[in-house]
Every structure is written in structure tokens, then in C-alpha cells.
């Protein structure tokens, strides 16, 4: 399966954990691994590229930190721009139909402060439904984030062991990961 994994972190150069995941992807040859703050460090997205390459792959990632409970600011704007009216939905938009697209998120709270009557209330499945949503409006299929919990307390150890089973997750067939 071709997948790509749109990468966006604002600041990559402090980030841990963002890191070790995209250490684990340069081991790895079959995925097409981007940054996206490194390809637009003046945020002008280049639309057209963008929607022929999400052409060109069948599962599509995307990896951030989690910003107030939702992604930086240009995978936002990527969403807002690439995902446009009469392409990637709307009666002729129906480029994205049968594509995969998998959220692979990093948060400081832990897993039991993302439950109801934690810290954080909601999991972070239910935060991630706008997003889950904007997909499936464009005819996409949301499969099951991977979520590294505690990650500012986690040992570099724990980061690479984390990194090995977002590989994992990414690469699982839909069938395992939806029933
Ligand atoms: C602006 C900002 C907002 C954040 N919002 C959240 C949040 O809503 N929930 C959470 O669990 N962590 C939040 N964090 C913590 C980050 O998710 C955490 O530091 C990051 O995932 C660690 O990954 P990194 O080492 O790749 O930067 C926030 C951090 C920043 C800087």
C-alpha cells in the first residue's frame, strides 16, 4: 500500500517526540515521510502539488503535536486550502473517495487525563472529530489515530519504542485496524 505521512510541527528543531517518530520513518523506504513546516516555512501552500500527490497514495498520516486539543496551524491551513469545494468534495469532488487518512498524535496529558472525568474530559478520539469529520465529508475513511500520551515525561527509550509501533499502526491493514 502507498502511504505518506504529512508531517507538521512548528517547532521540529526542540521536538522529542515528533522526532523519534521520523526517526523510525527514515528506516523505513516504502513511506513518503514530509514536513510540512519545512516545505513551507512561509505558508504558501502549494495546492495544486498537494492534491496530485494525495492522488498518488492510498493511506495518508498525519503527524503533530496536539495544540490546544487540535493540530498546528499549517496542517489547518492545509486542510482549509487542499481540501477544496468541487475536488475533495461536493458532486464533482470526489478525488479522495476510498483514500485512508490516520491521525498519529503526540500529547503532553496523559491517557488517563483523556477520559471522561479526567483532566482533559474527552478522549482524544472526540477531539479529533473535526478533523475525522472534514475527512469523511471528503469521502475518506478515518481509521484509529495512534496516540503517544505523556509525551514531554517520556524516556527517549520509551520514544523509540513508541516510534516502532506508530510504524506499526500505520501499516496495519484496514481490516485490523477497523473491526
Ligand atoms: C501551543 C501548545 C499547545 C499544546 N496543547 C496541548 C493540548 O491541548 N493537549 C496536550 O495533551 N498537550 C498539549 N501540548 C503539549 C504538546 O502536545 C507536547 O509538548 C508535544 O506533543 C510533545 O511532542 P514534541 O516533543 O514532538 O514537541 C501543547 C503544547 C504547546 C506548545
Redesign the pocket.
Known sequence: MKIMVIAA?PRLAE?????ALLSEWKKNGQVLVRDLYQEYPDYQIDVQREQELLLEFERIVFQF?????SCPPLLKKWFDEVLVYGWAFGPEGVHLKGKEFLVAT????TEKSYRSGGDNFYTISELLRPIERTLTKCNGTFLPAFVVYD??QATDEILAQEAKRCAEHVQTSLNVLSH
Open positions: 510541527h521536538s522529542r517526540a515528533n522526532r503535536p496536539f495544540y490546544w486539543y503526540t500529547a503532553g496529558g509525551a514531554n
